[in-house]
């Protein structure tokens, strides 16, 4: 069983930045698709960031493209997403999640509220 904690979240103004971090308890992002998701508040789950195994391909949703960045640390088992010019829009509980060796992985969310 793998286990993945999001970290990062947090209030912030409008304009702002935040850097959410995914770490998992073994070591299997270097063989995994990874992905940010993110649910506001009646809204379905949505795929925000994907980043590819070797971490040579990403790719992002059209509302977030230019703004968000994501990254991992093979080396130290984490995958990041870095969020600039943050807005209310981005307001969500967002979720890491891993595809590794037929299986999916969850973690348990972490809250970002864009507001002033």
């Known amino acids: 069983q793998v286990q993945l904690v999001e970290s990062g979240g947090g209030l912030v103004q409008p304009g702002g930045s935040l850097r959410l971090s995914c770490s998992a308890s073994?070591?299997?992002?270097?063989?995994?698709?990874v992905g940010w998701y993110r649910q506001a508040p009646g809204k379905q789950r949505e795929l925000v960031a994907l980043?590819?195994?070797?971490?040579?391909?990403?790719n992002y949703a059209d509302s977030v493209k230019g703004r968000f960045t994501i990254s991992k640390d093979n080396a130290r088992n984490m995958v990041y997403l870095q969020m600039d010019s943050l807005k209310p829009e981005d307001t969500a509980v967002y979720y890491c999640?891993?595809?590794?060796?037929?299986?999916?992985?969850w973690g348990q969310g972490t809250q970002v509220t864009v507001s002033s």
């Open positions: 999640n891993a595809q590794y060796l037929g299986n999916t992985y």
């Open positions: 073994r070591n299997i992002f270097s063989g995994s698709a």
């Open positions: 980043i590819i195994r070797g971490g040579s391909s990403t």
